[in-house]
């Protein structure tokens, strides 16, 4: 009878050290698939879950983003059901990470951020297009907003303004920002460019921000030299201050629809349009581009002088002769006009 208790309690101690040692393998196999690092890129990867969130695709980019065992990333998406818990966005991938920490992120959308940047930008459809390459978001989203009367009245614009709001910079957002809170962001940025200094000096020359990015953008579209903006700012100063039309031949190029003009003829210069400022005093309705802040603190910071005529070089470089009177202006303009002359440019 003793002994076939103990045979009992052997077999009993058998099978428990058995089952312990089945429970010790399982929880080192979850552990070893949930723990172990599983990602080793050369350089930080990100990955990118849209809204229809796709299982194999994730699976794919993770292959490309160095995924060392992408069956053991499997593995644990069953053992932490994750599957139907993707969350929109983009996630950091960097060497060393395991299948826990990247779930986790995952399952609580703790998106890693990009920096989205923006410049040399002349139209609202190219802007729009611009950040939607960067975004999540569709370009039409965008221009919805941005041509909304009563939206871009609540900004304190107007659909010709709103590309004033957009201070070209490097920002960071979620790549999954809707197009109302990126709006509100960059409202944000524009509000903290224009310091108190910056006001003031917009005062003194009698312009609103606006105002300030409409003259900048003009200036930027003159001159692809950088250390001639402040002069040019200075000479449409001078021309606003004497009630003298701009004409600018920017402006009339953008009332034509086309900035690849090399020669502005009579023919352009009679395009009826509010931003010819040719036919119209002031300045024009809008920005003709998105102002650069090299050009917006060129405006801001003019150098004072008695220039009222501006004139292509001839010899092409890019820059300008300015002139006081009228008189040097033509004589400059003749030189311009026979070189324009002599390479055909009609």
């Not at 292959?63 to 499997?74: D, L, V, W, Y």
């Not at 975004?135 to 009245?153: I, K, R």
């Not at 303009?333 to 009609?346: S, T, V």
């Amino acid at each position: 009878m003793n002994r076939a208790k103990s045979s009992v309690r052997k077999a009993i101690f058998a099978i428990a050290a058995a089952v312990l040692l089945l429970l010790a393998g399982a929880g080192g196999y979850v552990c070893y698939v949930l723990f172990t690092p599983n990602f080793s890129p050369a350089q930080t990867q990100y990955i990118y879950i849209y809204p229809e969130k796709d299982f194999s695709d994730l699976c794919r980019q993770l292959q490309e983003a160095g995924c060392s065992h992408i069956e053991s990333f499997r593995k644990a998406t069953q053992l932490l059901n994750y599957q139907d818990e993707l969350k929109t966005g983009r996630y950091a991938i960097h060497s060393g990470l395991n299948n826990y920490s990247l779930l986790k992120d995952l399952r609580r959308g703790e998106q890693a951020p990009v920096r989205i940047t923006f410049n040399n930008i002349r139209l609202k459809e190219d802007l729009a297009e611009r950040l939607s390459e960067q975004l999540m978001l569709d370009d039409n989203e965008l221009l919805v907003l941005m041509n909304d009367s009563e939206y871009c009245a609540a900004m304190g614009f107007i659909p010709q303004t709103i590309k004033a709001m957009f201070i070209p910079n490097t920002y960071e957002v979620y790549w999954t920002i809707s197009a109302e809170k990126l709006m509100q962001r960059m409202k944000q940025e524009f509000t903290a460019f224009w310091t108190p200094e910056r006001l003031e000096k917009a005062e003194n020359i009698h312009l609103s921000p606006v105002e300030v990015s409409v003259l900048a953008s003009i200036v930027e579209e003159e001159s692809a030299v950088a250390d001639e903006y402040p002069v040019i700012a200075g000479l449409y100063i001078n021309r606003l201050r004497k009630g003298i039309p701009l004409q600018a031949d920017p402006t009339v190029k953008y009332a034509a629809g086309d900035f690849t003009l090399k020669r502005i003829l009579d023919v352009h210069l009679r395009t009826d349009s509010p931003y010819n400022t040719y036919l119209h005093e002031g300045l024009p309705p809008g920005p003709l581009r998105v102002p650069s802040i090299t050009a917006l603190n060129a405006t801001l910071n003019y150098k004072q002088h008695n220039y009222l005529y501006m004139c292509a070089k001839e010899d092409f470089s890019g820059r300008h002769n300015f002139a006081v009177t009228l008189a040097e202006h033509n004589r400059n303009a003749k030189l311009y006009h026979q070189a324009l002359n002599k390479r055909n440019i009609r």
